[in-house]
């Protein structure tokens, strides 16, 4: 039933312009457009669809993802490789209340990002 879902999201998922990598209860990877695939390509890009996530993550990475899949939590930060910054979203992802997996999302940050605060 997930894969079906995620199937008919193939195209609009494909062409999004940051990195998204979806796995399910047990750590296994689901999906991964062709931007995560990209970002992947030296640990088997897309070929990767099946495997476990941790494995595509060094320590201290695999350590802290593990946690925070385990307790179901959010991570976001960002990053900065090779002059590159990105914000990194990892959460846990429910289907009807129920948890179903994790996903990570990695968005190219411009160099300077405007910030506005809004009252409401």
């Given at each position: 039933?997930?894969?079906?879902?995620?199937?008919?999201?193939?195209?609009?998922l494909q062409g999004l312009p940051f990195s998204l990598t979806v796995c399910n209860d047990a750590g296994t990877i689901l999906y991964m457009n062709d931007r995560a695939g990209t970002s992947f390509a030296t640990q088997?890009?897309?070929?990767?669809?099946?495997s476990d996530i941790?494995?595509?993550h060094p320590e201290p990475a695999r350590t802290?993802?593990?946690?925070?899949?385990?307790?179901?939590?959010?991570?976001?930060y960002t990053i900065e490789k090779k002059g590159a910054r990105r914000l990194i979203f990892q959460s846990p992802w429910y289907r009807d209340g129920v948890y179903a997996g994790f996903f990570e999302l990695v968005l190219p940050l411009p160099e300077n990002i405007p910030h506005f605060i809004r009252e409401v």
């Amino acid at each position: 039933m997930q894969e079906e879902f995620l199937r008919n999201l193939e195209p609009w998922l494909q062409g999004l312009p940051f990195s998204l990598t979806v796995c399910n209860d047990a750590g296994t990877i689901l999906y991964m457009n062709d931007r995560a695939g990209t970002s992947f390509a030296t640990q088997g890009g897309k070929a990767l669809v099946g495997s476990d996530i941790l494995d595509c993550h060094p320590e201290p990475a695999r350590t802290r993802l593990r946690t925070i899949m385990e307790k179901r939590e959010r991570n976001v930060y960002t990053i900065e490789k090779k002059g590159a910054r990105r914000l990194i979203f990892q959460s846990p992802w429910y289907r009807d209340g129920v948890y179903a997996g994790f996903f990570e999302l990695v968005l190219p940050l411009p160099e300077n990002i405007p910030h506005f605060i809004r009252e409401v």
